[in-house]
């Protein structure tokens, strides 16, 4: 089965410092997503991508925090200025079209750490 | 802000019988609703769904059944293998306005005992 591939696995940064986490979407996917999870807490929607453009972001998802698509595989997620409570578990997801199923894919995640 | 809430935070069953999963959510406005697997180490992975239409879905071992006056649902594996121990997501989604983001559960951790 197609899979989402996420790198790093972990990151470690110290606080303040500017991180990207990296995902490459299934290939013929249209809509990307970035959702996290805190140790102990549920998984959280953060934000969605669509046609070049941010379709929906949730309170998380403030100036701090920003998306790309630079080419066409890659799907980024770059956290501007760390802090502590940014640590958590960061998966990318895609899927195919937005009406007619609401499945998607998940990447295995990238363990982020902020010292 | 718990839209959707999954009570038992860990359930174990013994291996051949019955695995109940149990999920309530709040909002009106959901109308698709989603089951998600999740190994250690691994993302969510999508397990069974089911739209507000319909008060059953079966796909194999698993079914998922939707009461819609009490906001619930609920996930049956039968019968339970070891494979299946892992955590359990429910998440839920308001299709009709166009949104596309899932909210989720915050998870039960099922084991199956051999």
């Known amino acids: 089965e197609p899979e989402v591939t996420q790198t790093p696995s972990h990151q470690v940064t110290q606080m303040g410092q500017e991180v990207i986490l990296r995902c490459v979407p299934i290939s013929n996917h249209l809509y990307f997503y970035w959702y996290r999870q805190i140790l102990g807490q549920k998984v959280e929607f953060l934000v969605s991508f669509y046609n070049n453009e941010i379709s929906e972001k949730s309170e998380i998802f403030d100036d701090q925090f920003s998306v790309e698509r630079p080419d066409g595989s890659n799907f980024t997620l770059k956290i501007r200025s760390t802090k502590l409570e940014d640590s958590a578990m960061y998966f990318c997801a895609s899927r195919g079209t937005a009406t007619t199923n609401e499945k998607l894919f998940f990447g295995s995640g990238t363990q982020l750490s902020v010292l | 802000d718990q839209q959707v809430k999954q009570n038992s935070p860990s359930l174990s069953v013994q291996e051949g019988r019955i695995s109940i999963l149990n999920c309530d959510y709040t909002n009106s406005m959901f109308d698709y609703f989603l089951w998600y697997k999740k190994y250690p180490a691994e993302g969510p992975t999508f397990l069974i769904s089911?739209?507000?239409?319909?008060d059953k879905n079966e796909d194999g071992r698993f079914t998922v059944f939707l009461n819609k006056s009490a906001k619930h649902l609920s996930l049956h594996i039968v019968p339970s293998q070891p494979g299946d121990s892992a955590v359990y997501f429910c998440a839920a989604s308001a299709r009709g306005f166009g949104n596309e983001k899932l909210t989720f559960g915050t998870g039960t951790r099922l084991t199956i005992i051999p």
């Open positions: 089911i739209s507000s239409i319909k």
